[in-house]
Each structure stands twice: as structure tokens, then as C-alpha cells.
């Protein structure tokens, strides 16, 4: 699986606790932290298996264990 840079980068800001497209954002530099680029992004990786929605609460999102193992291995390339 190929990620672009900003899915990388919108994957490493994401844990294994609930938060909102708006809390990422926060975290990111001015850049990368777009509401609407980071949207994109979360959509993006829900289809690759690596973030979930909390189907009780909308908008908020989380490292699946995909995303975990995922998110391991690019700190490990950093």
C-alpha cells in the first residue's frame, strides 16, 4: 500500500483513542492541517483498512490494529 504524504502524516497525528477531524487538525502543522485535506484523508484510509468511525458518535476517528502496525512501521522509516 502506497500512502501519499499526507495520509502518512494524517496517520501519525491519529491513536487508538476517538478524535475528531478538527482535533487532527490541531496537531498538524498550518499545511497539513486543512480541515477539508484532512477529511480527504481520513476517508482515504477507512478504505484502506487503517482508521474506523465510531458508530455510535459521528465524526470520530481511530487507528484500527491494521493502522497500528501501520503507523509502527513508518516511525520506524523516520
Same mark, same amino acid.
Given at each position: 500500500m502506497?500512502?501519499?504524504?499526507?495520509?502518512q502524516?494524517?496517520?501519525?497525528?491519529?491513536?487508538?483513542?476517538?478524535?475528531? %477531524?478538527?482535533?487532527?487538525?490541531?496537531?498538524?502543522?498550518?499545511?497539513? @492541517?486543512?480541515?477539508?485535506?484532512?477529511?480527504?484523508s481520513?476517508?482515504?484510509?477507512?478504505?484502506? @483498512?487503517?482508521?474506523?468511525?465510531n %458508530?455510535?458518535?459521528?465524526?470520530?476517528?481511530?487507528?484500527?490494529a491494521?493502522?497500528?502496525?501501520?503507523?509502527?512501521?513508518l516511525?520506524?522509516?523516520?
Open positions: 502506497n500512502l501519499t504524504q499526507q495520509q502524516t494524517v496517520l501519525l497525528a491519529l491513536t487508538t483513542e476517538w478524535q475528531s %477531524p478538527r482535533q487532527i487538525s490541531e496537531q498538524l502543522s498550518h499545511e497539513n @492541517g486543512d480541515l477539508s485535506t484532512v477529511n480527504q481520513l476517508k482515504e484510509l477507512m478504505r484502506e @483498512g487503517l482508521v474506523q468511525t %458508530p455510535l458518535l459521528f465524526g470520530l476517528y481511530r487507528l484500527t491494521q493502522g497500528v502496525d501501520t503507523k509502527e512501521e516511525d520506524k522509516d523516520q
